[in-house]
């Protein structure tokens, strides 16, 4: 079975200039994008995190099946926003979730299968690296593309979100985990390209 979804889609998009979730690509917002590769993949919930101010958004997915969750905080932290959608899925009982930015809209079906396939009793995260992200404090690692259990990675993040350090990648790396790097996707026909974050205007390019 497929873990259900959280997109996360609150940033303010300083560098792109504009909200990323409605970015044309190909035609079509960029997150219409997230949610149909999401939905082909087999994810049959799907969670939006964002803020309470988001309208154009909701106008956006009116006609998807979609649930909401809003981060009412006026700082922009991304572990209070995560730790707020994994608090919403704990309540509707999800085991397990598959996490996705709104930015990456070439996001494969079968990296997105493959990461809920491997995400086994004995684990508590399945996290995969990029070469793209190798050069970035993440170190080659994904996180925001992690697929992780609910309730361990709930307790983490608590325990670590009044450190100095808050890295997600840090932090979900310290759990039970298994790191998917390009020897493993590779081998299921993944390319770099999925794992492409459009954060400028050039990126769509």
């Given at each position: 079975?497929?873990?259900?979804?959280?997109?996360?889609?609150?940033?303010?998009?300083?560098?792109?200039?504009?909200?990323?979730?409605?970015?044309?690509?190909?035609?079509k917002p960029m997150i219409i994008h997230v949610i149909e590769n999401l939905k082909s993949a087999g994810c049959n919930e799907i969670l939006i995190q964002t803020k309470q101010n988001k309208t154009e958004l909701e106008n956006v997915l009116s006609n998807y099946d979609v649930k909401w969750n809003y981060d009412l905080s006026d700082d922009n932290d991304v572990l209070k926003a995560l730790l707020s959608a994994l608090n919403y899925a704990k309540n509707e009982n999800w085991d397990s979730v598959q996490l996705m930015p709104v930015d990456t809209p070439f996001i494969s079906q079968k990296l997105i299968r493959k990461l809920s396939y491997l995400l086994e009793e004995n684990l508590e995260v399945v996290i995969p690296s990029s070469n793209s992200s190798k050069n970035t404090p993440s170190n080659g690692l994904e996180p925001l593309l992690s697929c992780l259990k609910v309730n361990p990675t709930i307790k983490k993040i608590n325990e670590n979100i009044n450190k100095k350090d808050r890295r997600l990648g840090k932090i979900l790396s310290e759990m039970k985990c298994l790191i998917v790097d390009e020897k493993i996707w590779s081998k299921w026909g993944v390319f770099e390209k999925s794992f492409k974050n459009i954060n400028y205007p050039n990126d769509r390019e």
């Amino acid at each position: 079975m497929i873990s259900p979804a959280i997109i996360l889609a609150g940033g303010e998009s300083k560098r792109m200039g504009q909200d990323k979730f409605n970015i044309d690509i190909n035609g079509k917002p960029m997150i219409i994008h997230v949610i149909e590769n999401l939905k082909s993949a087999g994810c049959n919930e799907i969670l939006i995190q964002t803020k309470q101010n988001k309208t154009e958004l909701e106008n956006v997915l009116s006609n998807y099946d979609v649930k909401w969750n809003y981060d009412l905080s006026d700082d922009n932290d991304v572990l209070k926003a995560l730790l707020s959608a994994l608090n919403y899925a704990k309540n509707e009982n999800w085991d397990s979730v598959q996490l996705m930015p709104v930015d990456t809209p070439f996001i494969s079906q079968k990296l997105i299968r493959k990461l809920s396939y491997l995400l086994e009793e004995n684990l508590e995260v399945v996290i995969p690296s990029s070469n793209s992200s190798k050069n970035t404090p993440s170190n080659g690692l994904e996180p925001l593309l992690s697929c992780l259990k609910v309730n361990p990675t709930i307790k983490k993040i608590n325990e670590n979100i009044n450190k100095k350090d808050r890295r997600l990648g840090k932090i979900l790396s310290e759990m039970k985990c298994l790191i998917v790097d390009e020897k493993i996707w590779s081998k299921w026909g993944v390319f770099e390209k999925s794992f492409k974050n459009i954060n400028y205007p050039n990126d769509r390019e």
